[in-house]
């Protein structure tokens, strides 16, 4: 995942019968499947625009490896354009050009990048009147959408776990409060963190992921 005009550095390690590492593979072919997303050049890809390419490196008898570059604006947003809610990406310029992740008769909302900018978890409501909120996970451009929760719960404010964000917290209503919860990547794990008489929301995670913070009401004040 790349930020635009973000460079990553990349390598490519020969493997041996046991596929184990050997050493760096050498007068590779380097080829983007879309230039103007990335690119690779002097032993970096670059991020160019938002969107997604497959970044292949060529050896001399013909052996490739593939990697997946996804390119991101700096922030996410649900936005109701045409009548419907979708999701869009876009920079912090002065007048940004929103460009769509989704595009669907679903209601999306509440979108978050993962920390390596590779994939993003929201909020989603089918239009089916009386259905009820789920999470989800996709790829950065939304492709390989994954629903995470399937029960009658309203769920909200998902945040991926740092620093790997191969889980993610949100807060759900499936008792009589709001309380947190977390899960993995792959919808499996899921397990409750908060509990009592209050209700907890609004989670966040530390960049370290050992630590939450929360919204609690409790004694009527806000912690």
């Known amino acids: 995942g790349l930020g635009v005009g973000e460079r990553a550095t ?3 390690q020969m493997l041996d019968d046991r596929r ?17 997303i990335a690119r690779f050049a002097d032993s970096t890809v670059q991020g160019l625009k938002v969107g997604h390419a497959r970044v292949t490196a060529r050896t001399l008898w013909d ?27 876009f920079g912090a310029d002065s007048a940004p050009r929103f460009i769509p992740i ?15 900018l590779t994939r993003i978890a929201y909020i989603a409501t089918p239009p089916d009147r009386g ?4 999470l989800w ?14 029960d009658s719960a309203t769920v909200g404010s998902p945040v991926f776990v740092r620093p790997n964000g191969e889980q993610i917290v949100f807060h759900s209503h499936k008792g009589a409060r709001a309380q947190l ?25 530390s960049p370290d992921g050992r630590r939450i913070l929360f919204v609690s009401l409790r004694n009527r004040s806000y912690h």
């Open 10 to 12: 990349l390598s490519v």
């Open 20 to 36: 184990q590492p050997i050493g760096p593979a050498a007068n590779l072919r380097w080829t983007s499947s879309a230039d103007t």
């Open 63 to 89: 052996s490739t490896v593939t990697t997946d570059v996804y390119v991101s604006g700096q922030m996410l947003a649900s936005a109701r354009r045409g009548g419907r809610w979708d999701l869009y990406q």
């Open 102 to 116: 989704t595009n669907d008769t679903t209601t999306e909302t509440e979108p978050v990048f993962s920390p390596d």
């Open 131 to 134: 259905a009820t909120p789920d």
């Open 137 to 150: 996970v996709a790829n950065a451009d939304g492709s390989g959408a994954r629903r995470l929760t399937n």
């Open 181 to 205: 919860y977390i899960i993995n990547r792959d919808s499996t794990g899921r397990r409750q963190l908060t509990s009592g008489e209050a209700p907890n929301t609004q989670p966040d995670v």
